[in-house]
């Protein structure tokens, strides 16, 4: 299952709760990403530029679904940008894993990124101002709705939200999916 989202959705947290809570194996995007360059996501946007990163996310995608076995039991997070790239979304549909978006509101995105800067001191290269971050989220999100499921966060706690996921998915205890 991959879980997509524009930044701030929570598709890290929400991940790795699900995962705990399924017993199932979690893996974001981006980590794979900088293991395999060796430069963390903001090193890479400011040497190589976004062009450079979507070359590097793009090749860890394929490399990452290129592993996935049918039946898996993982849960993968994408950083907000790869399902809006048409080649990520072909080769997610190609591969037949299911996608699941995690929706909230531009505005609440903004404070829950605003806020993981400020207390976390999370870098994260295409926050930009409000302004920018709101157009980029309108040209995203008829990307994100093309998702095989779609949960609304808005004003929820990631417990609350996997919560939504198990149910809403059908996940029982066992994991079945
Ligand atoms: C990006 C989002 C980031 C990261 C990179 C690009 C984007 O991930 O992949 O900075 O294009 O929206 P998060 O969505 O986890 O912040």
Same mark, same amino acid.
């Given at each position: 299952?991959?879980l997509?989202?524009?930044?701030?959705?929570?598709k890290?947290?929400?991940g790795?709760?699900?995962?705990?809570?399924?017993?199932?194996?979690?893996?974001?995007?981006?980590?794979?990403?900088?293991?395999? &360059? /060796?430069?963390?996501?903001?090193?890479?946007?400011?040497? @190589?530029? %976004? #062009?450079?990163?979507? !070359?590097?996310?793009?090749?860890?995608?394929?490399?990452?679904?290129?592993?996935?076995?049918?039946?898996?039991?993982?849960?993968?997070a994408?950083?907000?940008?790869?399902?809006?790239?048409?080649?990520?979304?072909?080769?997610?549909?190609?591969?037949?894993?299911?996608?699941v978006?995690?929706?909230?509101?531009?505005?609440?995105?903004?404070?829950?990124?605003?806020?993981?800067? &400020? /207390?976390?001191?999370?870098?994260?290269?295409?926050?930009? @101002?409000? %302004? #920018?971050?709101?157009? !980029?989220?309108?040209?995203?999100?008829?990307?994100?709705?093309?998702?095989?499921?779609?949960?609304?966060?808005?004003?929820?706690?990631?417990?609350?939200?996997?919560?939504?996921?198990?149910?809403?998915?059908?996940?029982?205890?066992?994991?079945?999916?």
């Amino acid at each position: 299952m991959v879980l997509i989202g524009f930044m701030g959705a929570g598709k890290s947290s929400v991940g790795r709760a699900l995962g705990e809570r399924l017993g199932w194996a979690f893996e974001d995007l981006d980590d794979r990403i900088e293991r395999r &360059e /060796q430069r963390k996501v903001s090193e890479i946007f400011r040497d @190589s530029g %976004e #062009s450079g990163f979507r !070359l590097a996310e793009h090749a860890a995608l394929k490399e990452l679904l290129g592993e996935l076995k049918p039946g898996g039991e993982k849960i993968v997070a994408l950083g907000g940008g790869a399902f809006a790239q048409k080649n990520n979304a072909k080769l997610m549909q190609a591969s037949g894993v299911s996608t699941v978006y995690l929706d909230a509101d531009a505005a609440e995105l903004w404070r829950r990124c605003r806020k993981q800067a &400020e /207390q976390q001191g999370s870098e994260r290269p295409l926050l930009g @101002s409000a %302004e #920018s971050f709101r157009k !980029l989220y309108k040209q995203r999100r008829r990307h994100y709705m093309k998702a095989s499921f779609r949960q609304e966060t808005g004003g929820k706690t990631v417990a609350e939200i996997v919560a939504a996921l198990v149910s809403g998915l059908g996940l029982d205890r066992s994991g079945k999916f």
